[in-house]
């Protein structure tokens, strides 16, 4: 499938499929448009830009599934169920928003991959926020600075400097009037919507990391990690009253979307609930081992409670039960942290440390029994992507129509994920069959076999001239090992394309495609035989003045220039094959 380069007005460069606006655009609306992704956003072949070549945009305009909807809401007033979607490419003009499948959240996973938005000067994404109406996306960096992308065409907007030191959370209020920010110095700045700011709190002596408004955004309550929680009245901004009890730094705050309840996680491992009216700690919940990384009430009931932490679980506590009920597993490292769907109340995403990104639904039949002192169910991922990201996921939010999952990392790079087009796993299946994996190692196999091969012949070739110079001329021996040494070159060649062979073998284990094994076979192969007529050719080199030492018109001396260069030249065929091997290897990773 063809491919397309973009670059955006802040100098970002990506990569995408065109396919990706009809995958939005079902997420969030439309069918594929040649013009654009989804339904617009393109460049026009008119008379003034023939020539030009055309790039395609990735676009996720939602007006139309939305429309859709309305239309079958009006006709289906009785209550009939939605149709199904057929899984074919072709109906995606037939994909409807979140809301229109209550009943299914499996249908509203993110894991297509569509967009990574990235600035010209790059700084680790600390925090990403979608504006309350959904059209933009704000980010925050190590930098201090505001980046707003397009929430539909991804491109570059605008940046500004926002703080002084790295910004650490961004909180819109209920009503959207209003937005938050807190930094690295303990600072709290207001926001209008136009980004205008009218006043600036000094909230904290440490780094802020995280603030959240009350239900009626009239107060609002910030963490820090000087230990502390404080509640602060919005309108005059100052401080009412401080929350003490955590014995480290306290890492996440929220207030519950309707009750007078505070949940707060701290490094001390220890997830505490609050009466913001009277300071009170109401309860201590004791599940983690680690530091409590991110703690989010359910957004749509409110009835759950989802926490994560550096034991690498996330945990989902029942407030009715002040217990918990499962436990989510499927992180080889520490949850930095997670997101709850807007839509879907049994939906929930959780981000890695090492850049994975796995979805869960809470409905799904459980798979065992924890081994903790709870009696808390397992619940797996049902979809995850192992490599999102290269680093750690530090922030990820939903759109507010819940068809698009944000995420930022510490690898500089915004990435928008969607839900995947009708028959695109069946497509999946196809480019990446069950045997694929096979040619992969085949490569493998090939490049240390051959280049082993050529290796042992030349190392055994050259050792015979060697023990017949050392009868005659024992101070030339030491000279003469030059084709031992190339020999042993031609093996470091074979092992470094099998260890890169084998390292993509072992990262895209779930979605190892064909064209990747077939790209693997032809590196391991290109220095492998390569490999294989170069020691040859070095053992010959090596052994052919032996016959001959004993002539006195003939000497080991005399020959042993014109071999270095001979060597030399049979070294060079290996290396030529892992030229090859490399740059085959590295049109995979692109």
Known sequence: ???????????????HDPS?????????????????????????????????????????????????????????????????????????VDLLPPAAYLENP??????????????KIKHPINVVKWTPEGRRLLTGSSSGEFTLWNGMGFNFETIMQAHDCAIRVCQYSHSGDWLLSGDQDGTVKYWQPNFNNVKVLDAHKEPIRDLSFSPTDAKFVTASDDGTLKIWNFNEGVEERALTGHGWDVKSVDWHPTKGLIVSGSKDHLVKLWDPRTSRCLTTLHGHKNTISKSLFQPTRGDLLATCARDQTCRIFDLRAMKDFCVLRGHEKDISTLAWHPIHPA???????????????????????????????????????????EYAIWSMEYHPLGHILCSGSNDRITRFWTRPRPAMMSEINEMNPIYAPFFGMAGVASAMIFSSMGAAYGTAKAGIAISGIGTFKSELIM????????????????????????????????????????????????VGLTGLAAGY???????????????????????????????????????????????LNIKIWR
């Open 479 to 526: 000279k003469s090992l030059i084709s031992v040494i190339m020999s042993g070159i031609i093996a470091v060649y074979g092992l470094v394309i099998a260890v890169l062979i084998a390292g993509d073998l072992g990262r895209k284990e779930s979605s190892y495609s064909l064209f990747s094994g077939i790209v693997h076979l032809a590196a391991g192969l290109s």
């Open 106 to 119: 499996a249908s509203s996973l993110p894991t297509k991959h569509i967009h990574a938005s990235l600035n």
């Open 1 to 15: 499938m063809a491919r397309y380069e973009d670059r955006d007005r802040d100098g970002g460069t990506y990569n």
């Open 537 to 583: 050719a070095i053992g010959l080199v090596g052994n052919a003045p032996v016959p001959d030492l004993g002539s006195p018109q003939l000497s080991a001396r005399d020959v042993f220039v014109g071999k270095v260069f001979i060597l030399i030249f049979g070294e060079v065929v290996g290396l030529y094959g892992l030229m090859v091997g490399l740059i």
């Open 347 to 389: 939906l929930i995403s959780t981000g890695g440390s090492d850049g994975a990104l796995n979805h869960y639904l809470l409905d799904e039949s459980p798979q065992g029994v924890n081994a903790s002192h709870t009696s808390s169910t397992i619940i797996h991922p049902a979809a995850s992507i192992p490599f999102a990201h």
């Open 20 to 92: 990706a606006g009809s995958g939005g655009g079902g997420g969030g609306g439309g069918g594929y448009d040649k013009r654009g992704g989804g339904g617009g956003g393109g460049e026009r072949d008119g008379p003034y830009n023939r020539g030009r070549p055309l790039h395609r945009r990735p676009v996720t305009d939602y007006g139309a599934s939305v429309g859709k909807w309305m239309m079958k809401r009006r006709m289906n007033w009785r209550g009939q169920s939605i149709d199904f979607l057929r899984p074919a490419p072709g109906f995606i």
